[in-house]
């Protein structure tokens, strides 16, 4: 089924990282519903046909929960969403999902968890360069203030960055699957000679996901929509809450995922450095990246430590064709709990290749984050400056997707056979105790490395609706 771009906003299909590499993701509360109903149907927001997008800019637009309360829609529109969406990610339930304790817990947060860091709406805007965002951060600043329609909670910016690494030091960005139907596919098996294309209801809703199934879609009454703004559900859909007959707010739209994760790069690799020194105290720098490559599950390069184990090869840097099962079943090259494998196991929990697959691809994730702060100028050294991790993913289904990644696989003490561990980079390290473990199999004899700490620390979050085109001009016309 062709996909109707006009009416589907162009993050979906793009992540606007070689066109676009400065971003700005401006966090607005709703103060005045009047005023800003009329701001949302000013903006200009991108779609997802190729030949309409800006050289220069694109914008792109998501709201929460609480923001389309804010903006006036009505109690049975929002009681249609999905549970993880109406509750939010700050619950106490759904913290205990995310792994959210300690360090990471929501008190700790600088936005996102209180009602003074609340955000309602999530406008995003990417740039060619800087000078061009920073003038349309400035249009947009005067222009959501009319009428004192929306409070701004916080910018976070995105800046351009070398290369795809992220600040740990490893290429990111790889093992993406892609939409059926879209030039994703064509694109990701050129770059790396690889790629899993999905139903569009894994990250559509309103479409067919991989059960076969309509993604479960929030609707509204015909009554509610006399000018007919958005699409009717048709007579056969299998939807939940959307029922044949009504108005789908959902269709072409998808729940956004959105984390600010602090990056400490020195006591990353000073972690690493000092589990690596030699029996004389001295540091060993390829021991040190070794382990570090052991934990990501690649070389710096962005080569798989599954096609090359030994060392570094810049050649396979964006060679993503490989599996687990039968290349690396016991995870002598790629440890069973290191970060690639655990937030995308691939054909590694079988026990056919064809099921481990079918398996893992009904929890796959679009990512579009994008790393943030200056690069550390020496990784052992540290700085004070922020950076880190503008995580940002698209699904159908949070609980299904999201959440099930983040619970089943990042912070599963027992995934793959281990035992007391968790993901060495993303994982919940505090909830395993004071000795943190990483085990690195090995023919001969495992290495186990012990008191690891949190590297990666949660600033703010919060779950989002990426709405359709129609969809927004709905909204604004509530």
Known sequence: MELELPDIQGLIV?????????????????????SARSWLSRVKVTTSEKDKVDPMLSTNLALTWSGLKNLGLNANALDSFSFPFKFGMTTPHRSRILGDSDENDPSHWEWGASPETS?????MIFARDES?????LLRQKGDYAKGGALQEVKVLMAGRQPDTAEHFGFADGI?????????AVDRQARRTNHVTPLPAGEFLLGHTNVYGVTADSPAVKPEDDLK????VVPSDTTGLNAKAGMHDLGRNGSYLVFRQLAQDVAKFWNFLDRATRSSNGAS?????????????????????????????DPNLAKENNFGYLEKDPKGFACPFGSHIRRSNPRDSLGPTKEEGLNSANRHRILRRGRSYGYRLADPLVDDSAERGLHFICLNSDIERQFEFVQQTWINNPVFGGLSGEVDPLVGSLAKVGDDALFTVPDEKLRTRVHGLSRFVTVKGGAYFFLPS???LRYLASL
């Open 284 to 312: 060993d720098t390829a021991a040190r990246t070794r382990l570090g490559a052991k934990f990501v599950g690649r070389w710096p390069s962005g080569a798989a430590l599954v096609l090359s184990p030994k060392h570094d």
């Open 132 to 136: 061009i965002l920073n003038a349309e």
């Open 469 to 471: 085109i129609r969809a």
């Open 228 to 231: 007919a703004l958005l699409p």
């Open 14 to 34: 793009s992540a606007y990282s070689t066109t676009h590499p400065c971003a700005a993701y401006v966090l607005l509360r709703v103060v005045n519903a009047v």
């Open 119 to 123: 955000v309602d709406i999530l406008l």
């Open 175 to 183: 093992g993406q699957p892609a939409i059926e139907g879209t030039p």
